[in-house]
């Protein structure tokens, strides 16, 4: 079973920066296309931005130009560096690791931005 565990989340004023990480115990972890969703409250689960075992990237386009998916295959990790953040990204954050059939979910972490 692979667990993936987030963290970074908090609260932050608009404009800031936060980092969220997530350490996987999936192995091998370069293998794993890697992807942060979020969830906000009354609102459907949408993909963030993914990375694949290539490196390849993609954004919402909400967030392109201000979030930077990457990951550390060494330390089986994976970031989310958010700038600029807005109100509307407030939401809860969650990790997904996905191999060939099987999809894994961390437990989340909220994100608020506000003033």
């Known amino acids: 079973q692979v667990q993936l565990v987030e963290s970074g989340g908090g609260l932050v004023q608009p404009g800031g920066s936060l980092r969220l990480s997530c350490a996987a115990s999936?192995?091998?972890?370069?293998?794993?296309?890697m992807g942060w969703y979020r969830q906000a409250t009354g609102k459907q689960r949408e993909l963030v931005a993914s990375i694949t075992s290539g490196g390849n990237t993609n954004y919402a386009d909400s967030v392109k130009g201000r979030f930077t998916i990457s990951r550390d295959n060494a330390k089986n990790t994976v970031y989310l560096q958010m700038n600029s953040l807005k109100p509307e990204d407030t939401a809860v954050y969650y990790c997904?690791?996905?191999?060939?059939?099987?999809?894994?979910w961390g437990q989340g972490t909220q994100v608020t931005v506000s003033s």
């Open positions: 997904n690791g996905f191999i060939a059939t099987l999809n894994y």
């Open positions: 999936a192995t091998p972890f370069r293998l794993y296309d």
